[in-house]
């Protein structure tokens, strides 16, 4: 296992040692951590933890150090970045038999890189092209025609259909569907008629694919993810969706066909998506996004609004009771009203 010292991991992660430079030999978090080990916080909410934590050092902000005294500490301007950048320090890789496995089933036209490492009960189609250092865990399907890039792991049970391009270092985890035919039929009376598709799925470089997320292939053309575009489980692209570079989407986020999504893009779980979504935009939770959201902003609710005037109308729906209460209220004082003028114009009149 290895260790590092406090100012051996300061300059990876832009920081600054406050108390003694500690030898670090992991990571954990502040109730499981033990004396050769690192920990953090980033919130003043886990302050008793972290004061109570055995951990030989923390990671954590300036703004926290006066109330850690007595603690070892590498302060950091970013908690989260420094705790995934040291972690990969002590996280073992797995170490994988290069070749194919007899119990694998690999057609003659397909292209194995030797480092390739193939798992038994795996099935490579003809013309497939697989390159160096990939992984196929038992159970993974790739369909004719298909490309895998560098260093790409593809995790068990895994479905790649025929035509997908994989770039390199991609990570697809268990169950993953990708390049299945979209939902396109066309009606006839009381039938609809499948429409076949035509098209494929492209994967750019370091993509992460969730387990039983689904990517649709393209009716024509392609569907295709960014460069570093992260995708959490269960997931569903649409066919002939077009997602940007590094945007983050959370779990059960559903994406209907051919919308496009631009770079860094950050989507919440369960969010529902009609409508193209520009550059930097935030989309929340459980948003149903049923127009087009601008470049940078925040958007919440069903159908999905700017955020600040979302947070206005969730403010006002929980007054409700209350509004309408006191809307009663003011109807009957404005009955009793009519009812003294009409009075006084009759005795007047």
């Known amino acids: ?45 886990l302050l008793e933890k972290a004061l109570l934590s055995r951990a030989g050092a923390l990671l954590a902000p300036s703004s926290l150090a006066p109330k850690l005294s ?20 002590f996280y073992e890789r797995p170490e994988h038999p290069k070749g194919i496995s007899p119990l694998a089933f690999v057609e003659e036209s397909a292209r194995v890189d030797p480092t390739a490492s193939i798992y038994p009960f795996v099935y490579v189609g003809r013309g497939v092209k697989i390159s160096s250092g990939v992984v196929l865990y038992p159970g ?18 895994a479905v790649i259909y025929p035509e997908t391009r994989i770039s390199g270092r991609v990570l697809v985890h268990a169950g993953a569907v990708i390049g299945s035919d979209g939902f396109g039929y066309a ?20 993509v992460e694919i969730g387990a039983n997320t689904t990517i649709d292939r393209a009716t024509f053309g392609i569907t295709s993810l960014g460069e570093g575009t992260k995708l959490d489980n269960l997931i569903q692209v649409a066919h002939n969706v077009r997602l940007g570079r ?35 935009a935030l989309v929340a939770a459980r948003a149903g996004v049923a127009r087009e959201v ?24 929980e007054r409700l009771p209350e509004m309408l209460r006191e809307l009663k209220e003011l109807r009957q004082k404005v009955a009793r009203l009519e009812e003294v003028l009409n009075g006084r114009k009759e005795s007047g009149s």
């Open 294 to 317: 601008p470049a940078g902003q925040a958007v919440a609710g069903a159908p999905a609004i700017e955020i600040k005037k979302w947070r206005r109308c969730v403010a006002a729906y």
């Open 140 to 157: 993974v399907y790739v369909g004719e025609r298909a490309e895998i890039g560098p260093e790409t792991i593809i995790f068990p049970n």
């Open 70 to 89: 007595g603690k070892n500490l590498l302060l950091v301007p970013d908690v989260r970045l420094a705790v995934a950048r040291i972690a990969w320090l």
């Open 246 to 280: 590094s945007c983050v989407l959370a779990a059960q986020v559903g994406i209907t066909g051919s919308v496009e999504i631009e770079d860094f893009v950050m989507v919440g779980g369960q969010a529902g998506i009609n409508k193209p979504v520009r550059r930097g």
């Open 187 to 206: 009606q006839d009376g009381e039938k609809h008629i499948k429409i076949p598709h035509f098209g494929r799925v492209e994967i750019g470089e370091e």
């Open 1 to 45: 296992m290895p260790s590092y010292k406090l100012s051996e991991l300061a300059p990876l992660v832009g920081g600054k040692i406050l108390g003694e430079d500690v030898e670090i030999s992991g990571i954990n978090a502040l109730e499981l951590a033990t004396e050769k080990e690192l920990s953090f916080i980033n919130s003043g909410r």
